[in-house]
T-cell receptor, first 113, second 116 residues
Framework: AQSVTQPDIHITVSEGASLELRCNYSYGATPYLFWYVQSPGQGLQLLLKYFSGDTLVQGIKGFEAEFKRSQSSFNLRKPSVHWSDAAEYFCAVGGRNTDKLIFGTGTRLQVFP | EAGVVQSPRYKIIEKKQPVAFWCNPISGHNTLYWYRQNLGQGPELLIRYENEEAVDDSQLPKDRFSAERLKGVDSTLKIQPAELGDSAVYLC??????????????FGPGTRLTVL
């Protein structure tokens, strides 16, 4: 069965520090992978996506993610976090085996000045 | 370009009452999704429409939930009667037609339902 695991429920970083949010997936075929961000009271906004090709993908707001097939991971990174990055981050998997996205439980990011 | 529009943004009702949520997708997006997001969880798909047709409603609790998408544009999700456990955020999303673009979903702001 398809699933997504985000092992970190809550992460706190200082502004300007680097960030890595973990995502592991289970999918029976070539996965399509996504990271979404949700600010309080808002819907989800797509940060970046991976379908194929270069395993390092660039997204909006300075985020990037790396697909590692051998580790079934798609971790999200940012070299320097801004206070406005405080939000909930969701990893999701989909693909040709299913027409829907499976979301992880999310990681809440808190940023201290 | 206007995004996905949902109304109302907030709704408080007593249990056993009916409630309805409305969604207007991005123009040209033929696929529409309704998700439920419980507190501290990721969104879970309730129903997916391709134009007017509900192509995946396997997770929709059909005893109390219903949905429609007349003319393949706007959609309404209804709960009747509501139960305490239905308190959640109901998200609508849409995606454009064709290939890989169809996997990229655009979300509305959601409707936060509280059942007392």
């Amino acid at each position: 069965a398809q699933s997504v695991t985000q092992p970190d429920i809550h992460i706190t970083v200082s502004e300007g520090a680097s960030l890595e949010l973990r995502c592991n997936y289970s999918y029976g075929a070539t996965p399509y992978l996504f990271w979404y961000v949700q600010s309080p009271g808002q819907g989800l906004q797509l940060l970046l996506k991976y379908f194929s090709g270069d395993t390092l993908v660039q997204g909006i707001k300075g985020f990037e993610a790396e697909f590692k097939r051998s580790q079934s991971s798609f971790n999200l990174r940012k070299p320097s976090v801004h206070w406005s990055d405080a939000a909930e981050y969701f990893c999701a998997v989909g693909g040709r085996n299913t027409d829907k996205l499976i979301f992880g439980t999310g990681t809440r990011l808190q940023v201290f000045p | 370009e206007a995004g996905v529009v949902q109304s109302p943004r907030y709704k408080i009702i007593e249990k056993k009452q009916p409630v309805a949520f409305w969604c207007n997708p991005i123009s040209g997006h033929n696929t529409l999704y309704w998700y439920r997001q419980n507190l501290g969880q990721g969104p879970e798909l309730l129903i997916r429409y391709e134009n007017e047709e509900a192509v995946d409603d396997s997770q929709l609790p059909k005893d109390r939930f219903s949905a429609e998408r007349l003319k393949g544009v706007d959609s309404t999700l209804k709960i009747q009667p509501a139960e305490l456990g239905d308190s959640a955020v109901y998200l609508c999303a849409s995606s454009p037609p064709g290939g890989l673009a169809g996997f990229e979903q655009f979300f509305g702001p959601g409707t936060r339902l509280t059942v007392l």
